[in-house]
């Protein structure tokens, strides 16, 4: 692809540490049937043979761009292909997943056909120990204006704040300025801002990406830390939503998203406290867990207060720490 010619998609894809599954994700794009796009893949300081792999692409493939920097994680990855795209139209895929063959296809008539800026498709689960496929079960289908896609967006079941089994309008985050912030679930800190611009959201209804799900992916290891980023992701949501005078409009969707994250933050509490085999102070941080999310969602709230975020949980090793120190 040649540098005056402008591709109509640009797929950003942050690579570290992949080296089993990037060869797989590349092909999967270069046989996409939708051909006017380019890729820009950033190498996020990987200590394995990720590099290699890409450079190899990058010779045999002209539709190719390789960045390498310093290890600064998934967000800044991301941010850094998103300052190189030129495509009317940008789209995330992770390096250890991959992509059906009309996935760009779809979604780039989905967005041209109906005059949405965003174009949102299902998934499959792959759990690849057992090579076992589970398609995404709670879905619709069909174009949606901005309050009803933001409402299905902040409850977080028909549409997801994932950021990568979507195509957006590169616009969205241009005109007004949205990064990924540096930390786990940025993806939720993230979607209701572009979201929050957009006329027309299509959600077609057919599965058309492949989520690896890895021992070591983000929910296959947890600890205090993400479990306080997933906590931090619904307080930014809320100073979003009060910033932009939307919370009052989104109130009731925010507050199942708030329910449904209560419930997923008990549940990676248990998980941390038994993977360290260590129960002391799991009821307590469930009961920190829970005065947060109350927090969150009352009505009203100190926007200050709020910005000022310290820990909610603290891992099983503190509280040893705590318990029996002299």
């Known amino acids: 692809m040649t540098e005056s010619h402008t591709p109509k998609i640009s797929v950003v894809m942050p690579v570290y540490n992949v080296e089993k599954y990037v060869g797989k994700c590349l092909m999967s794009l270069e046989e996409q049937t939708f051909r006017d796009f380019e890729i820009i893949a950033v190498n996020d300081g990987s200590k394995d043979s990720s590099l290699d792999i890409l450079r190899h692409f990058e010779v045999n493939y002209d539709n190719i761009e390789v960045i390498d920097q310093k290890n600064a994680g998934m967000s800044q990855a991301r941010n850094a292909g998103m300052k190189q795209a030129r495509g009317k139209y940008l789209s995330f895929v992770d390096s250890d997943d991959y992509v059906a063959p009309t996935f760009l296809e779809e979604l780039y008539a989905a967005c041209e056909e109906n005059g949405a800026e965003i174009a949102c498709c299902y998934y499959y689960y ?41 195509l957006y309008r590169r616009s969205l985050f241009t005109d007004y300025g949205i990064t990924f912030p540096s930390m786990c679930f940025e993806d939720m800190a993230t979607a209701h801002k572009v979201f929050a611009h957009v006329n027309r959201v299509v959600v077609l209804d057919r599965p058309l990406y492949y989520y690896n799900q890895r021992p070591t ?4 290891t947890i600890n205090a830390n993400k479990i306080n980023d997933f906590i931090r992701a619904i307080a930014m949501v809320r100073i979003s939503l009060e910033k932009n005078g939307l919370y009052k409009k989104y109130k009731r969707s925010y507050q199942a998203l708030v329910r449904k994250t209560c419930n997923c933050c008990y549940l990676y509490v248990l998980k941390m406290h038994g993977e360290k085999k260590c129960m002391r102070g799991c009821m307590k941080n469930m009961g920190r867990v829970s005065k947060a999310m109350r927090y969150y969602s009352a009505d009203k709230i100190n926007s200050a207060a709020l910005r000022d975020f310290s820990e909610v949980v603290a891992s099983p090793d503190k509280e040893l720490e705590k318990n029996y120190s002299v």
């Not at 896609?149 to 079941?157: E, G, T, W």
């Open 126 to 166: 792959r759990f690849i120990e057992n090579n076992f496929l589970f398609e995404y079960p709670f879905r619709c289908k069909g174009v949606f204006s901005s309050a009803k896609a933001m409402n299905k967006l902040l409850r977080d079941v028909q549409i997801q704040s994932l950021v990568w089994n979507k």
């Open 217 to 220: 992916s983000t929910l296959g």
